[in-house]
Structures are given as structure tokens and as C-alpha cells.
């Protein structure tokens, strides 16, 4: 089976650094997707971990521990129009299915 | 290049009644995915398809609802009849046979009355 927690809620202050956290627990491992997700509007692909390590991405970091079943999302230099929900994606061994945590709605405020 | 494209937008309808819902996935993406996403959580695969193939489809409650590919481009993804649990946005997704990243459709916004 799969499980996947992230926190439901975060906020943060315009201009700061935030770390959105992710745990899973899956029978299978083939990566980790990091998705955005505005109110009303599609998931939008951010970034994808598959070996343990940080990947950079301008103001966006990801992070894999694969023995410790845990990643998470840098943010930095907050803008406003991050305001969003953020989505942890595990893929199956095969490469072929993703299963998604509950998403992390996160607030930036003036 | 277009992304996914889905339609309706929106669409309410009373309960019991038939809805529908259309995808066009990204050219040449063979893999074509629908997913629910209730408000505040994430997407659940209801099904995927490999070219016209419905190769996994356990999540789908097959008592109402029924999906379908014909000729492995578009897909249609059918209630019938719909309860008012089954308001939520329905997301289709694609992906290329070889790659795990998958791109996603603006969705369909369902609400049952």
C-alpha cells in the first residue's frame, strides 16, 4: 500500500524561505514528484527526486532521503503568487502510476 | 504546443441525472490518466489507459461510472446516475510511455444538486 503525509496547512511571510515536509510509506519506489497546484487550476510539475539529494531549480529545491522515506520542498524568496497548494507525488516501480498526499496549502502574506 | 485540453469547465446537474466528461491529451501521449480530487486533497487515480487499453481501473466504481478511449487519443469518463458525492473535479492527465511525469488537464468542476 501507500501513504503519504504532508502537512495540510502552512503560511509564510512574502520574502522568507519555507519547507513544505514529506513522509511516505510505499511498496514500491521509482521517484518523487513536487506538483503546484493553484486554486482552481491543474497541477503544474515543479520537480521529480528519484536519487537521495538536492536538486535546484532557481527558488525551488527538492530533497530525497530514500532510506528515510522523506522529502521536501524549499521555497525561497517567497512571492506572493506562491500562494498555493503544494502536491507530493510518489511513483510506483514501474514507473507508469503516481500517488498523491492530501497537498499542502500554503498562504504568503505581506 | 497545447497542453490537455478538458471540457466542460464546470457543469451541475441534478442527482440521478447522466454527466459527461471529455479529454485530449497531449499529442503523442500514449498514457492518458482520470483522477478525482475532492476539495482540499489530492488527486485519486480512478483510471489509466495504455493507448486504448484500460490497464488499471481497480479505483473505478463500476457500478456508475465508465470511461473510454476508442481510438487511443481522447477519452470520455461517464456517470451514470450521479449522486451528490460525486461533486469534486475530475483531472485527466498524459504521460509518454517511457516517462513518469504527467501532465495534467485544468479539470472538470462536477456539482451534484
Partial sequence: ?110 | EAGVVQSPRYKIIEKKQPVAFWCNPISGHNTLYWYLQNLGQGPELLIRYENEEAVDDSQLPKDRFSAERLKGVDSTLKIQPAELGDSAVYLCASSLEDRNEQYFGPGTRLTVT
Wanted: glycine share 10%; with cysteine.
Fill in chain 1, 1 to 110: 500500500g501507500q501513504n503519504i503525509d504532508q502537512p495540510t496547512e502552512m503560511t509564510a511571510t512574502e520574502g522568507a524561505i519555507v519547507q513544505i515536509n514529506c513522509t511516505y510509506q510505499t511498496s514500491g519506489f521509482n521517484g518523487l514528484f513536487w506538483y503546484q497546484q493553484h486554486a482552481g487550476e491543474a497541477p503544474t510539475f515543479l520537480s521529480y527526486n528519484v536519487l537521495d539529494g538536492l536538486e535546484e531549480k532557481g527558488r525551488f529545491s527538492s530533497f530525497l532521503s530514500r532510506s528515510k522515506g522523506y522529502s521536501y520542498l524549499l521555497l525561497k524568496e517567497l512571492q506572493m503568487k506562491d500562494s498555493a497548494s503544494y502536491l507530493c507525488a510518489v511513483s510506483n516501480d514501474a514507473g507508469n502510476m503516481l500517488t498523491f498526499g492530501g497537498g499542502t496549502r500554503l498562504m504568503v502574506k505581506p
